[in-house]
């Protein structure tokens, strides 16, 4: 029988692909997370929101990847790479709100071999006003561990369908809490592996291979360098040069899940931190206006549901948690 462990080639027929035992068990696990998803949020307070698919700015800070223009009745618009703006811009109705995002990113044709790679695909959006890093952690955390508890409990045929045995979550479901390391000591640990990272910079796709490998749980790397992320992920005021920002990596080699930290909510600070990534603030006049008449400090992420997804499902690649794929560089419907 087809399992999720082997290694197939993106589809081009989608009846072939929405048909397969595999498809369906990770689509079906993808539904009983998201059910979790939104009962542990709603439960503490959150509200969801349904995002912007276009908009005339989106976030810069996709590495690498491409924005998609369209014709906004003769304005220049963007589809959504991210909803980060527009979290920070909702907490102006709500101290906290989540959604489900659509994203669009035309990444490099050499991430159509990472198996971590969508052009198009969905994240867990969290935002929460007056909230520290440490506080968006234990959020995202808990999201992550009670997503994985319910399929654990409620979809057990599923996991066995695709071969994964649920004694590879023992460690993440022990209540011990995932680690937490800095972006430094990863560095150290990669060149102590032989890896040319480098220091100041994200680190990179085979990097996260390599430390997602030698974890038994999922980790956070912190405290990333200025200039590695974009405008609006808060500097550390005790320690220049730091951000207070986070990546929530998976074990067994499945690489980052999560992105977030705290936000940049001065209009002086903003401005300058978008001159300094090369980035015009004419552009973002919407933004900065609401900025200028004040947005609550905050702090958020983004988990990757399609990663997330395979991470849960042991899928070799993450176009098996999708039911319509759109894999970089292969053209489908």
């Known amino acids: 029988m087809e399992t999720a462990l082997e290694t197939p080639t993106p589809p081009t027929d989608p009846r072939a692909h929405l048909a397969s035992p595999v498809t369906r068990a990770a689509l079906r696990i ?10 542990r949020l ?7 929101l ?13 590495r690498g990847a491409k924005q998609v223009d369209v014709d906004y009745y003769g304005h220049r618009y963007k589809l959504m790479t991210s909803a980060i703006l527009y979290k920070q811009a909702s907490l102006t109705a709500f101290d906290k709100i989540f959604c489900v995002a659509p994203n669009v990113r035309l990444e490099p044709l050499e991430t159509s071999s990472t198996s971590r790679h969508l052009a198009e695909f969905h994240q867990i959006d969290v935002e929460i006003a007056g909230a520290s890093r440490e506080d968006a952690m234990a959020v995202a955390e808990g999201v992550v561990e009670h997503a994985v508890r319910r399929v654990v409990e409620r979809a057990p045929h599923e996991l066995d ?16 809490g995932f680690e937490r390391r800095t972006h430094a ?7 102590a592996m032989g890896h040319p990272q480098n220091a100041d910079a994200e680190i990179d796709w085979a990097g996260e291979a390599l430390l997602s490998a030698k974890a038994d749980l999922p980790f956070f790397l912190t405290d990333y360098p200025k200039g590695s992320r974009g405008f609006y992920d808060k500097e550390d005021p005790g320690h220049p040069g730091r951000l207070r920002n986070f990546d929530l990596l998976a074990a067994e ?10 936000r940049e909510h001065d209009y002086g600070t903003i401005i300058a931190r978008m001159r300094e990534t090369g980035e ?8 900065l206006k609401m900025v200028r008449e004040g947005i609550p ?4 992420f983004g988990i990757g549901l399609e990663r997330l997804t395979r991470y849960v499902c042991g899928a070799h690649s993450v176009w098996q948690a999708s039911a319509f794929p759109k894999v970089p560089g292969t053209v489908t419907p």
Not at 32 to 37: H, S
Not at 42 to 48: K, R, Y
Not at 50 to 62: F, H, K, Q, S
């Open 185 to 191: 000591s990863a560095v150290r640990d990669l060149h």
């Open 280 to 287: 015009n603030p004419a552009k973002y006049a919407w933004y």
């Open 42 to 48: 709603s439960e503490q307070g959150f509200t969801e």
């Open 253 to 262: 080699g499945y690489g980052e899940l999560c992105s977030g930290g705290e």
């Open 161 to 176: 369908a695709l071969g994964r045995n649920p004694d590879a979550f023992a460690a993440l479901l022990s209540g011990t």
């Open 50 to 62: 349904l995002p912007p698919v276009i908009g005339p700015v989106t976030d810069p800070g996709a």
């Open 30 to 39: 993808q539904h009983v997370m998201l059910e979790g998803v939104r009962q």
């Open 297 to 300: 400090a905050s702090a958020g």
